[in-house]
């Protein structure tokens, strides 16, 4: 059965930092393009970061840019995204999808196999 599976989740203080991973299993990640989206309450899902099996990778979301930092390790078969400097309005939970193509894409309908998420809630 193919599955991601997302963990790392929690309550942070601003500024703090979170490793979250993504986990796949029935498949190797080797070869496929894995994005991390986010979707807070209310509001659409959006892509935040993608990294390609190359390695490398891409940020959608500016608000992220310079604080977190997506990458792979493909003998764990799994993909992280750590986030640093964390502020109130990165809370929302956090998807890991799996799209079969080369290249990233921020958009939601571009993936074909989600995680369950993890919930990431900054607050003091």
């Known amino acids: 059965q193919l599955q991601l599976v997302e963990s790392g989740g929690g309550l942070v203080q601003p500024g703090g930092s979170l490793r979250l991973s993504c986990a796949a299993s029935?498949?190797?990640?080797?070869?496929?393009?894995i994005g991390w989206f986010r979707q807070a309450p209310g509001k659409e899902r959006e892509g935040v970061s993608c990294?390609?099996?190359?390695?490398?990778?891409?940020n959608y979301a500016d608000s992220v840019k310079g604080r977190f930092t997506i990458s792979r390790d493909n003998a764990k078969n799994t993909v992280y995204l750590q986030m640093n400097s964390l502020k109130p309005e990165d809370t929302a939970v956090y998807y890991c999808?799996?799209?079969?193509?080369?290249?990233?894409?921020?958009?939601?309908?571009?993936?074909?196999?989600w995680g369950q998420g993890t919930q990431v809630t900054v607050s003091s």
């Open positions: 990294i390609m099996s190359s390695g490398g990778s891409i």
């Open positions: 029935g498949f190797t990640l080797d070869y496929l393009t």
């Open positions: 999808a799996q799209r079969r193509s080369y290249y990233c894409s921020g958009f939601v309908r571009d993936y074909d196999y």
